[in-house]
């Protein structure tokens, strides 16, 4: 039988490609002028990174983790998601005392085993963003700024930029027992998923999208944070609010978003685009104060974000962008002798930047042009017994149809002509 890729897994190629190659570029791009570096961490940590640091009662940890022990007994994981590598690395490296404020990016596949649908893969691609040692509510908002930028230029169109806040150890446990208590009081109303995460962790009731479960958080006397904020995440609140404000960004705040890692305290965010569909979120983040010290190093603040790379290309794929770029010079030889010159043209072409695509002389000129076309190259460079006799090369516009015969520093001046006309 033949082997087919992973369920939930896929080949990217074809024109894909290059709105793959667009979207690496601007991340890259814009994590430069940000000032933020690349960290690449494995594609496997040991198990108990993400147990502690994503929290053992979350779904990705309880359900969705491609784990494994390896040849030597140890319990290893495929990431599910790249923060707590990135404190690990940070923690590992010595980076509280060397260096403790750094700001860092990755973009790399991650692994959770849910149930494929459109946007929903188990193999699927983050970019994310992460800058360690800034407590500043500033650094929240440069952190979604970022992401807001990446995602406007683009083009992205319709995006909704949702915000809350979820306190700290401090707060937190007060509204958890409120939560707690009035959820108790409303049990026949809620699903029985959401009856068993009322036992292990009540905020992770928020995350249900049940009907009768969302129809119970919208009642107006349901208990929302910002009544149980301490002083100080209260005032990071507001300020980052104003700050988000000032950058021109639109925002609501969803007092029920409370995101699917345990790790977050204070601001917790999430971007959407509706025309997605039900995996709306095309990036999500926040800040995760205690991470590091649940992974057993000091107290090292931290926000950061991340983003679905495939829920980013399915957008750009609905708009119909191309971000294709043909060869410029397609290479057809008609015998071997041809094959021999144009091999040693496109030398020099790659000399010079001149992108080409070179074939050879097995199949015939029809065959070429074919091909020329479907590769929507537009200039084809001929050399038969007659190009040879002549010393030159034929130019074929396939456009006009129109052939003439050149010579090399015709074809050079004929590219840089066409490249200063586009
Ligand atoms: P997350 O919300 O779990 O956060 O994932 C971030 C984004 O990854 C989602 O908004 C979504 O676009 C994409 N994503 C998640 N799961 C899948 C999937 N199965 N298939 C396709 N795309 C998916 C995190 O991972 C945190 N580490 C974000 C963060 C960074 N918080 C602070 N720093």
Redesign the pocket.
């Known amino acids: 039988m033949e082997i087919k890729a992973p369920r939930g897994t896929k080949d990217i190629f074809g024109e894909e490609v290059f709105l793959w190659q667009r979207l690496e570029e601007a991340v890259h791009r814009n994590a430069f002028l940000f000032g933020y570096r690349e960290v690449r961490t494995p594609i496997f940590e040991y198990t108990e990174l993400f147990a502690r640091g994503v929290g053992e009662e979350t779904d ?1 940890v309880q359900k969705e983790m491609y784990t494994f022990s390896d040849k030597g007994g140890r319990s290893l994981t495929l990431r ?5 590598p990135v404190v690990r690395a940070y923690l590992e490296h010595g980076f509280f005392v060397r260096e403790p404020r750094v700001k860092w990016y990755y973009i790399g596949p ?1 692994f ?1 085993y ?1 149930r494929p649908q459109a ?4 193999q ?1 691609h ?1 970019f ?3 800058a360690l040692g800034f407590q500043e509510p500033a650094c929240d908002a440069e952190i979604i700024a970022l992401a807001w930028t990446i995602y406007k230029e683009l083009g992205l169109l319709d995006l909704s930029l949702e915000l809350n806040s979820i306190g700290c150890p401090k707060c937190k446990p007060r509204y958890i027992g409120a939560l707690t208590g009035y959820l108790e009081e409303e049990k026949e109303a809620l699903c029985e998923n959401c009856l068993l995460r009322l036992e292990k962790n009540p905020l992770r009731v928020l995350d249900c999208k049940a009907e009768k479960c969302q129809e119970v958080f919208r009642r107006p006397s349901f208990p929302v944070i910002q009544d149980f904020l301490c002083e100080e995440c209260r005032e990071h609140e507001e300020r980052l609010f104003r700050l988000i404000e000032g950058l021109g960004i639109s925002f609501v705040l969803n007092p029920r978003l409370v ?3 345990d ?2 305290t204070k601001t917790v965010f ?2 959407k685009v509706k025309t997605l569909g039900a ?1 709306d ?6 800040r ?1 104060d205690g991470l590091s010290q649940v992974l057993g190093g000091p107290e090292v603040p ?10 980013i290309v399915l957008l750009l794929e609905k708009s119909g962008v191309s971000f294709a770029q043909p060869p410029f010079f397609y290479l057809a030889p008609q015998d071997e002798k041809g094959e021999e010159i144009l091999l040693s043209l496109s030398q020099q072409l790659k000399g010079l930047n001149i992108p080409f695509y070179l074939d050879f002389a097995a199949k015939g000129l029809r065959y070429h042009l074919k091909r020329a076309q479907k590769m929507d190259i537009r200039f084809v460079v001929i050399v038969g017994e007659e190009e040879r006799k002549s010393k030159a090369f034929s130019l074929k516009d396939m456009a006009s149809g129109e052939q003439t015969l050149v010579s090399l520093e015709g074809l050079v001046e004929f590219w840089r002509r066409e490249r200063t006309a586009c």
């Open positions: 990705i599910p998601e790249g923060t707590a991650m959770r849910e946007g929903r893969m188990r699927f983050q994310g963003f992460e995101r699917g890692l790790y977050y999430e971007i995996q979120a095309i990036g999500g983040g926040g995760y931290g926000v950061g974000f991340a983003a679905g790379m495939e829920r």
